[in-house]
């Protein structure tokens, strides 16, 4: 499938269809002003109470970007290796204005992430989100403190690279994907078991 065979059940604009998360990326770097703009982009995301809970950390070369490919789980280091940013987006867990616990800062940082996200399409750029990686080191290695912030996702960044380049079984998934039908998740009225 690729991204114009995506086919919606309903019209919506083209960067929904448009963004998917390959593995094949190229070397070639990203610059400091596409960066400046996806986390621009995510920074006009909405959040609870305004308290934009996310913090993203990144690495776009030498140490910085090295620090955090050690982090990620063995199947997501072996494609995301080429990926010229990696990142950590975490999310702070408590309200700044009072203290209390914020159960929508992964809510909230999942947005400003898929701002990120579209913004990078918009620029010609890929990203892809992983779940697969050490919090834990995440926290050590990026100096974010773990009674403030909960590691949410790793990213990496770039342009699509040659899928020839990857292992074969990530190869042959190397497409956009398709989606549950709309009344599956979406549901006018009451959910019905
Ligand atoms: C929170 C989160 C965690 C994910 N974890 C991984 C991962 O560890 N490895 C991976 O290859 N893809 C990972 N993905 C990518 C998803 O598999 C992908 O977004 C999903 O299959 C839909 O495909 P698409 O993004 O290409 O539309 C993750 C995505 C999200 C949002």
Redesign the pocket.
């Known amino acids: 499938m690729s991204p114009s065979e995506r086919t919606p059940s309903a019209p919506v604009a083209l960067q929904f269809l448009e ?3 390959p ?1 094949a990326f190229s070397q070639e770097p990203v610059s400091r002003e596409e960066l400046s703009s996806l986390f621009e982009a995510a920074r006009w995301a909405p959040s609870c109470f305004n308290e934009q809970p996310w913090l993203f950390v990144y690495g776009a070369d030498g140490e910085d970007r090295a620090r955090i490919e050690p982090l990620l ?1 063995e ?2 280091r072996a ?1 995301a290796r080429k990926a010229p940013v990696l990142g950590v987006v975490f999310a702070r867990k408590n309200f700044a204005r009072n203290g209390a616990p914020n159960r929508w800062a992964s809510f909230d940082s999942g947005a400003a992430s898929m701002s990120l996200a579209l913004q990078a399409l918009d620029l010609g750029l890929s990203t ?6 050490d919090e834990a080191a995440a926290h050590e290695a990026l100096n974010v403190p773990r009674d403030e912030f909960e590691a ?2 790793a990213f990496a960044i770039g342009r699509r690279g040659d899928p020839g380049e990857l292992e074969q079984s990530m190869r042959e998934r190397e497409r ?2 398709d989606r549950k039908d709309r009344s599956e998740v979406a549901v006018e009225g009451r959910y019905r078991t």
């Open positions: 963004r998917w998360s593995r789980v199947g997501n494609w892809h989100f992983m779940g697969g990686f949410m996702a956009p994907s």
